[in-house]
């Protein structure tokens, strides 16, 4: 069973419409929690964090859900911008700093 | 924020030949940074973890005398892919593991595009 799972779509929306990632994980001692984006051909960059009481920046809110061992991310009112790959990341602390990625969820926003 | 600059950005060599990578965190001391290789609309794979001091740990299936990772400073680790061949181009990316804030982040390089010919 892999450590992280996500769907990997694709997403395609149009422009202004909310879309939802959801990620799972199967080590319950998973530690700190993230979502990263990566557009073609680069490397991913921090999104955000998750944090246990859930956490939003702008038009992105991130859900964490340890009894379920999945967390989310809610994307309102989409930009074409948004398009790109979506990575979930799990850190398991007591695996010395191990971090595991979802295979990432492509969202492509259309005008 | 943190910082991990990576270079060279691009290679392009004949088969054969060895590719020596670099990957630095610049504003912070990482103890560990991680290696991974995406091939084009794959998923990030992670390759191997290097601990500065020691040894790298490698993941299953990645020949540790193929890719040779050094983690001589807090703040350098070094992958080199030797007598590269054509199936080895790919992109490379390291990041360097940081604490901020009570969390532990990865910080990513902008990537090696490794081309052999």
């Known amino acids: 069973r892999k450590e992280v799972e996500q769907d990997p779509g694709p997403f395609n929306v149009p422009e202004g419409a909310t879309v939802a990632f959801n990620c799972t994980y199967s080590?319950?001692?998973?530690?700190?929690f993230f979502w990263y984006r990566q557009d073609c051909r680069k490397e991913p960059k921090l999104l955000m964090s998750?944090?246990?009481s859930g956490n939003e920046d702008g038009r992105f809110t991130a859900q964490l859900n340890r009894a379920s061992q999945y967390i989310s991310l809610l994307i309102r009112d989409s930009k074409l911008s948004d398009s790109a790959t979506y990575l979930c990341?799990?850190?398991?602390?007591?695996?010395?700093?191990?971090?595991?990625f979802g295979t990432g969820t492509s969202l492509t926003v259309i005008p | 924020g943190a910082v991990v600059s990576q270079h060279p950005s691009w290679v392009i060599c004949k088969s054969g030949t060895s590719v020596k990578i670099e990957c630095r965190s610049l504003?912070?001391?990482?103890?560990?940074m991680f290696w991974y290789r995406q091939f084009p609309k794959q998923s990030l794979m992670l390759m191997a973890t290097?601990?500065?001091?020691?040894?790298?740990?490698?993941e299953q299936g990645v020949e540790k005398d193929k890719f040779l990772i050094n983690h001589a400073s807090l703040t350098l680790s070094t992958l080199t892919v030797t007598s590269a061949h054509p199936e080895d181009s790919s992109f490379y990316i390291c990041s360097a593991a940081g604490t901020e804030v009570g969390f532990i982040y990865q910080h990513f390089g902008d990537g090696t595009r490794l081309s052999i010919l």
């Open positions: 990341v799990v850190n398991v602390a007591n695996t010395g700093n191990q971090f595991y």
């Open positions: 504003d912070f001391q990482a103890t560990t």
């Open positions: 998750v944090y246990s």
């Open positions: 080590n319950s001692a998973s530690q700190s």
């Open positions: 290097s601990n500065e001091g020691s040894k790298a740990t490698y």
